[in-house]
């Protein structure tokens, strides 16, 4: 069984910085691409950053030049530094893996319960 666990995420004020990150554990064959969405209260879910096992990464336009995401691929674990925080920040940030388990089959995406993250002004 294929689990994602994300640790990270708080309460910080406009300007500061937080790391949140996310481990994919269990019978996994590859992983494609991980990634971090958001989903900030009233509005829809939408994607953060992503990065392939090449590590090739793409950004929303909103956190371009202010979060980096990264990724081990050993370890099975993705990164997101976000640095100067706003508070249009604010949200439940998810992780996300687009990855093959090892009992086969297709590659299917799995999601991490998700982590709060509050910036105040």
């Known amino acids: 069984q294929v689990q994602l666990v994300e640790s990270g995420g708080g309460l910080v004020q406009a300007g500061a910085f937080l790391s949140l990150s996310c481990a994919a554990s269990g019978n996994i064959f590859s992983i494609v691409a991980m990634g971090w969405y958001r989903r900030a209260p009233g509005k829809q879910r939408e994607l953060v950053a992503r990065i392939t096992s090449g590590h090739s990464a793409d950004y929303a336009d909103s956190v371009t030049g202010r979060f980096t995401i990264s990724r081990d691929n050993a370890k099975n674990t993705v990164y997101l530094q976000m640095n100067s925080l706003k508070p249009e920040d604010t949200a439940v940030y998810y992780c996300?893996?687009?990855?093959?388990?090892?009992?086969?089959?297709?590659?299917?995406?799995?999601w991490g319960q998700g982590t709060q993250v509050t910036v105040s002004s």
């Open positions: 996300n893996a687009n990855l093959r388990p090892g009992s086969g089959g297709s590659y299917i995406n799995f």
